[in-house]
């Protein structure tokens, strides 16, 4: 009989598992939208500093100069800031997921995720998930990004955790794909349900 290797670790994203994107296209829209922003020139601006913004490379401030107020705008930083941090809801169910399973389990919690220091810390802090991740692999803190396979070579040595021993939620096929290339188990994320599934497949069944 094949011995079960057990899970011992959770790698997690935070946009599109946890929470939903902090600032993605859809959220640019609806900026664009409320400010009265011209939306190509926006984006253009964007898709040439996101990157370097993520990578803590560029502060925030630096990020709203490039993209937004490089020209005189009526609406003020502050109230952009706040319109930007207000698109971060949480996933339905997923939070409570997984504090559930790291109280049930005692698993390790990794965050593994794309995000600018600000964004990220807005919602670290206003979601409360250092109650309950360990270990944050962010951008913006060791300046890498996904896909750069160093970011999960990294977590895993943070994490000090056999690759076979951990399951990876993520919702970009990519980057489950190269965590499992290192031997990580992944799940693809798209909803609560299939993922509790996907979870119990693994061993991790969620209390009733």
Known sequence: MKKIIPITSLFLDIGGVLLTNGWDHHARRRAAQQFKLDWAEMEQRHGLNFETHEEAKITFNE????????KKRPFTRAV???????????????IELVRNLKARYGLKIIVVSNESRELNTHRISNFK?????DAFISSCYVHLRK??????KLALDIAQTPARQIVYIENTPLFVQIAEGFGIRGILHTDYKSTCARLAAFGLEVAR
């Open 63 to 70: 990020y709203l100069d490039r993209v937004v107020f490089f």
């Open 80 to 94: 952009f800031r706040s319109f930007m941090f207000a698109q971060s809801k949480p996933v339905a169910g997923m």
């Open 129 to 133: 998930l250092a109650g309950f991740v």
């Open 147 to 152: 896909p750069d396979a160093d970011i999960f």
